[in-house]
């Protein structure tokens, strides 16, 4: 946007002379052009964002429930709600269930509020359901619901403070966004963000051993690594910076040559007088110049980098989504690509979440299939019906199939709808013990969360006294049973030994087999207990049945995993099912192969090896176990966050591990927010889960977060493409501009034909090369790295080699060609001389290189082939066939605007044939070996640890990109410090001059002196904080020479602001300085 505006500068200066007024009114429309597409550009990629915002919520109407769109819930509506669920709207509970809500997010208090219809039963927006579930009819939706009001609230106070804010602005526009252009965090965040600002809240005690605690506690905290972010769009910040400088000094350079030359050939060796009459025509050589100098510029300055990762982006978002990939932050595409872990649940992800009933245990006997009913005692079969069909989320159910012959479909919970699938193979109803026991005489509900692993419901007996249901994972029920039914259905004593044998011969022969094994129990109260007392009432149950769960292995899976092992990525299983379970899904996977020496641990003996004595985890110890550690069986959401800390903080190896998770329930939150790229659910996942997420799986397949490895990937090696055309064309193009002005004092690229040519390797070229599709080639090598250099020696070698065959054909044809082709010359031509057919050749001649080795640029790792698979990439095709036909078009319609004109076909085919000859010399540096040419340097290299360490304390997150512009920022305040300070210095000597001849006695009182009133400073007003702590001790204090320096009253040293940003005006202190200082120098000296 910048160059734009400097083309727009200088249009406006062309158009103000005559002569030049053509180039600019061009220049106006080019540029107009090119901020247009760029606009275009963004709106496309703003359109690229997900969706995720569209969300869908139970509503009860006409007696059906059905998914609606929260926009489009209405007050008196009957809503269902469940674990997990995010309140779209304020309502009144009227049925609940072990009723558990989070409120944090509108009271600050982390403790589950508990609703029931005597207590408590308001429920707000925007806060999460915990536990259990129930109905409440919506009283307030939209702006009127408690998080809208907030939100209006919200509103309204930022925009009196902008108001405010535009006010008081005094400094540039430029440097007030600098300031204030920080994102507001999440409400979690804005503690860290006080001390990101700059702003110390707190001090600690000095000498208190709290203060030494903590303060070992944040030496501790800096030394682990941080999460990161904008890798690649750091590494492209640096590099553009680089890239600009060099470009600015080039462009400088030029028009300094350029006007020199003029100078001193005009009135140093013709020794032509300076004529008054001629002071415009040698106006107009100057903004030839300037404009010459201005082309350099924007040619060599790769405005094109943001744009191309923009487009790569926004393209790989959209073409994610059908490979079921919903992104929802764009950083996650580019971190994926350097994924090395990646820790996935096994249900739904790893499996087909599709579970049926295939064994059961039943009165003594095993029985390898669904038994018939007729096998089974009646009493028996009436509590297995019972404490299914009751003890089950009645949003759970058996839905006929879509399609006739097609298999029933399951709609909520997966493996509850197993166990009903189980009551229907039985040949039984449970929809007519639902309707006998509607949800609403349910007494007591103890819903199912990652703590308890199981579920019971309390319903009263119609002869007086209470019957509870359980169910849940079957080690943890069997402990709490003392009976179980025998063959006649009789309960007969359930002691340790024979739970520990039932272990080993039913249970642990189903999960070797990879079955979820469900113990379902009952439990009879003649009197009413005290229901919150969950200890004493989830104990002495009696065992019914145990029965087993498959749920089979996605076929494509195996495969997938495969390919992550050839990528370097490692697959670690975390789930809560027993461990033989999950050791059998993860053989069958291909996570665990026989023979391999790596770890298999239950969530005990997990904590048991990481922990100390005081229940902390030793990092040590958890490096031990992570590098072999494949599945971690029985592990609840705590186990897996403690797993992904601790995997993101190893110091093990040499680079940082970048790990990706999935998750689906709302206590996967902590691990989903602190992986580096989260996975959610979008089919089995809570809101809570999706909020906290990334990436939105819309499948629940392992094979999608695959896909996302290889489209991060993909983005990745698309900018280096782009990177390799780029900087090709911006070496030849500055050199042939900078050489042929200072030879001939005329660029033989006119600056029309340098904007036509920024277009190709800038919007075109990103077009082009930032939308190649994902192969699977791309999963045949280990990830990058986060300091893998964005220009490998292998790009430099392609750069530098087209760049020496491009520049040998341009001089030739400049110097030499009108002899070759036997036409006038275009050097040395008069100021306001027609196009000539020599410098159109070379314009033409130069562009078609160019496309030719756009094709060169669709390989980066030195490949032969560089026409592999380029007819997949229709927009390719498209552009390139589009700028050959606009180059035909420019050369021979384009007429003086474009400083062209006609060419013959003789002509046309030696520009054609010098052209393809890029593809031949593409071959001959292919066969030359990198490794031959040592004196090649890398470029676009990340951020160093010492920068980082540096620029990111006190950080949580380091976000690369914001790093590389901060610095940028810190030169610009520095820059216009340094000034601010000199007029400051000279108005102060001014008034002291002036005190010193009217009032003597005053010379000797520093008070006086700075009460003056042209040296009063307005500290109301917003002012650019000073940077460098030289002038800030300029500005503090100083005296006449000869005169004693009394320090101020009040004095303090200024606060040191730890992360580079812009210091609140009031921090700053006037303090003493010394007589050494630049300021005392400069003093003496005026």
């Known amino acids: 946007m910048s160059q734009l505006i400097i083309l727009e500068i200088a249009a406006i200066i062309s158009w103000s002379c005559p002569s030049t007024a053509p180039l600019g009114k061009r220049t106006t429309v080019w540029s107009s052009l090119t901020a247009f597409n760029d606009w275009s550009k963004e709106k496309s990629s703003a359109a690229a964002e997900p969706h995720e915002k569209e969300q869908k919520f139970s509503i009860i109407r006409n007696g059906h429930i059905i998914q609606l769109p929260v926009a489009e819930i209405v007050m008196g509506d009957i809503a269902q709600i469940k674990y997990g669920d995010l309140l779209p709207a304020d309502g009144i509970l009227i049925q609940g269930n072990d009723l558990k809500i989070d409120e944090s997010s509108l009271t600050g208090e982390s403790e589950h509020v508990k609703k029931s219809l005597e207590g408590d039963p308001m429920l707000l927006s925007g806060t999460h359901v915990m536990e259990g579930s129930g109905r409440m009819v919506v009283t307030a939706v939209g702006v009127n619901s408690q998080t809208g009001i907030i939100f209006t609230l919200l509103g309204a106070s930022e925009g009196e403070e902008e108001k405010k804010k535009k006010e008081s602005l005094w400094v540039p526009t430029f440097f007030f966004l600098v300031q204030t252009g920080k994102k507001q965090g999440v409400p979690e965040n804005r503690n860290k963000a006080k001390t990101q600002d700059g702003v110390a809240l707190e001090i600690q005690p000095l000498n208190s051993q709290e203060g030494i605690d903590n303060e070992e506690k944040e030496k501790k905290a800096a030394k682990l690594p941080k999460k990161e972010k904008s890798v690649l769009q750091g590494k492209l910040t640096h590099l553009a910076v680089q890239i600009g400088k060099a470009g600015l000094i080039m462009s400088a350079i030029t028009v300094i040559i350029l006007i020199l030359y003029f100078v001193i050939d005009n009135f140093v060796i013709h020794r032509r007088p300076w004529l008054a009459e001629c002071t415009a025509i040698y106006v107009q050589y100057f903004v030839k110049f300037f404009i010459i100098g201005i082309t350099v510029l924007v040619v060599a300055v790769p405005e094109g980098l943001p744009l191309a990762v923009t487009i790569s982006l926004a393209y790989s978002v959209k073409k994610m989504m059908k490979d079921n990939n919903l992104v ?74 879509e399609k006739e012959g097609g298999l029933p479909r399951q709609v909520g919970n997966k493996t509850e709808c197993a166990l009903l699938g189980f009551v229907t193979d039985l040949k039984q109803d449970y929809h007519a013990v639902r309707s006998e026991v509607p949800e609403e005489k349910l007494y007591k509900v103890y819903t199912f969360n990652s703590v308890r692993k199981s579920m019971s419901t309390v319903i009263q007996k119609p002869g007086g006294g209470f019957r509870m249901y359980s169910k849940g994972a079957s080690e943890i029920i069997l402990r709490k049973c003392n009976r ?122 997990f904590n048991r090896l990481i922990r100390n004595e005081k229940g902390e985890v030793e990092q040590e110890e958890l490096d031990k176990i992570w590098p072999r550690l494949r599945v971690l069986a029985r592990s609840s959401p705590t186990d897996k966050h403690t797993l992904v800390k601790g995997i993101i903080d190893s110091t093990v190896g040499e680079q940082r591990q970048v790990v990706a998770v999935t998750g689906d329930g709302t206590n996967d939150g902590p691990a989903l927010k602190k992986a580096d790229v989260g996975f959610a659910m979008g089919i089995a996942g809570t809101d809570v889960a999706k909020e906290a997420s990334d990436i939105i799986l819309t499948d629940d397949n392992f094979t999608s977060i695959v896909k996302a490895v290889m489209w991060g990937r993909n983005v990745y090696d ?22 042929g002005a200072c030879i001939t004092q005329d660029s033989p690229l006119k600056a029309v034909q340098m ?97 030719f080795n756009e094709i060169n640029s669709r390989k980066i790792h030195g490949e032969r082939n560089v026409f592999s698979g380029i007819f997949h990439n229709l927009i390719f095709c498209s552009v390139v066939l589009g700028t050959f036909v606009s180059q035909i078009l420019i050369v021979e319609f384009g007429g003086k605007p474009f400083s062209c004109t006609k060419l013959t076909l003789s002509q046309w085919f030696w520009c054609l044939f010098i052209g393809i000859g890029e593809l031949l010399w593409a071959q001959i540096i292919s066969t030359i070996p990198t490794q031959s040419l040592k004196f090649l340097k890398e470029a676009g290299h990340g951020t160093t640890k010492e920068e980082i360490t540096k620029d990111a304390e006190g950080l949580d997150e380091i976000d690369h990109a914001e ?43 520093i008070h006086n002196f700075m009460t003056h009133p042209e040296f009063t400073i307005d500290e109301e007003g917003p002012r650019t904080p000073l940077m460098d702590e030289q002038e800030e001790e300029g500005l503090e204090k100083f005296s006449k020479p000869g005169t004693s320096m009394a ?40």
């Open 1047 to 1086: 320090p101020l009253d009040g004095e303090v040293t200024p606060y040191a602001n730890r992360n580079n940003n812009a210091v609140d005006c009031s921090q700053v202190q006037v303090a003493a300085s010394h007589s050494d200082s630049p300021l005392h120098s400069l003093e003496t000296s005026v």
């Open 755 to 851: 904007l036509w040519v920024n277009l190709i390797m800038d919007t075109f070229a990103s077009l082009a090369l930032a939308t190649e599709p994902p192969t699977d080639s791309l999963l045949k090598r280990r990830p990058y790295g986060r300091n893998k250099p964005l220009i490998s020696r292998t790009m430099m070698k392609n750069i530098l080699g087209h760049a020496v065959y491009q520049l040998t054909v341009i001089f030739f044809l400049v110097f030499a060609g009108e002899k070759f082709f036997d036409i006038d010359s275009g050097r040395l031509a008069p100021l306001h001389s027609p196009p000539s057919q020599h410098y159109t050749i070379v314009f033409n001649t130069f562009v078609l290189m160019q496309l």
């Open 328 to 401: 929802r932050h764009l950083d996650a595409c580019e971190t994926m690509g350097n994924a090395t872990a990646i820790c996935s649940d096994k249900t739904g992800t790893l499996t087909m979440n599709r579970m049926t009933v295939v064994q059961a245990y039943i009165g003594d006997t095993r029985y390898h299939q669904v038994p018939s009913p007729d096998v089974l005692v009646p009493k028996v079969l009436d509590l297995i019906v019972n404490g299914i069909s009751i003890n089950s989320a009645y949003t759970s159910k058996i839905l006929p199939p």
């Open 718 to 739: 698309s900018i280096s493409k782009f990177l390799q055309f780029q900087l090709t064309v911006n070496v030849v193009a500055v050199i042939v501009a900078f050489t």
């Open 484 to 605: 179980i039914l025998d063959k006649k259905g009789e309960a007969v004593p359930f002691k340790s030994k024979d739970r520990d044998e039932m272990i080993r011969a039913v249970i642990e022969p189903m999960a070797s087999e990879g079955l979820r094994t469900i113990c379902i129990a009952y439990r009879d109260f003649s009197v009413e207990p005290l229901w919150d007392n969950e200890a004493e009432i989830l104990t002495e149950l009696t065992c019914i049945a145990v029965v087993g769960i498959e749920d089979p292995v996605r076929p494509e899976v195996p495969e997938a995993i495969a390919k992550c092992k050839r990528a370097g990525i490692t697959v670690r299983m975390v789930t809560g099912d027993n461990i033989n379970t999950a050791r059998a899904i993860a053989t069958k996977c291909g996570i665990l192969t026989p023979g391999d020496d790596l770890l298999c641990l239950e969530g005990k003996e």
């Open 963 to 1005: 790093m590389e512009l901060r610095r940028g920022q810190i030169l610009w305040f520095r820059g216009l410090n340094r000034i601010q300070t000199q007029i400051k210095v000279v108005k102060a000597f001014h008034s002291s001059l002036h005190e010193s001849i009217q009032k003597p006695m005053n010379q000797n009182s």
